[in-house]
């Protein structure tokens, strides 16, 4: 389904509202925006947008290296957190078996 130009979702106008936010952090701080728009790019959503706002406005780093190092960080937690989560619908399931047995007449 093709949405018609101007006619953005609710998700697609947070992500660019957030997305101009960090623009504007990173800009702030002397660097260029296209490294904003990377690191938007990037962490993806608007949650790890504005956790990556909250370190440049707190930190206020000086050096690019610090501001790329923040985002790998944030997306390295993201990355373990949905790991975790899908270990654990994966054991859910297993338990589930465990206790139910497969659904076949042999169980």
């Given at each position: 389904?093709?949405?018609?130009?101007?006619?953005?979702t609710e998700a697609?106008?947070e992500w660019t509202?957030?997305?101009?936010?960090?623009?504007?952090?990173?800009?702030?701080?002397?660097?260029?925006?296209?490294?904003?728009?990377?690191?938007?790019?990037?962490l993806g959503s608007?949650?790890?947008?504005?956790?990556?706002?909250?370190?440049?406005?707190?930190?206020?780093?000086?050096?690019?290296?610090?501001?790329?190092?923040?985002?790998?960080?944030?997306?390295?937690?993201?990355?373990?957190?949905?790991?975790?989560?899908?270990?654990?619908?994966?054991?859910?399931?297993?338990?589930?078996?465990?206790?139910?047995?497969?659904?076949?007449?042999?169980?």
């Open positions: 389904m093709h949405q018609g130009k101007g006619k953005m697609q106008k509202s957030a997305r101009d936010e960090l623009i504007r952090s990173v800009t702030a701080l002397g660097f260029p925006e296209e490294l904003g728009n990377e690191i938007a790019r990037n608007p949650k790890a947008m504005y956790r990556m706002m909250a370190y440049l406005d707190n930190v206020r780093p000086k050096k690019v290296e610090l501001v790329v190092d923040e985002m790998l960080a944030i997306r390295s937690e993201i990355e373990t957190w949905r790991e975790k989560k899908a270990c654990e619908e994966a054991n859910c399931a297993y338990n589930e078996m465990l206790m139910n047995g497969l659904g076949t007449e042999e169980d």
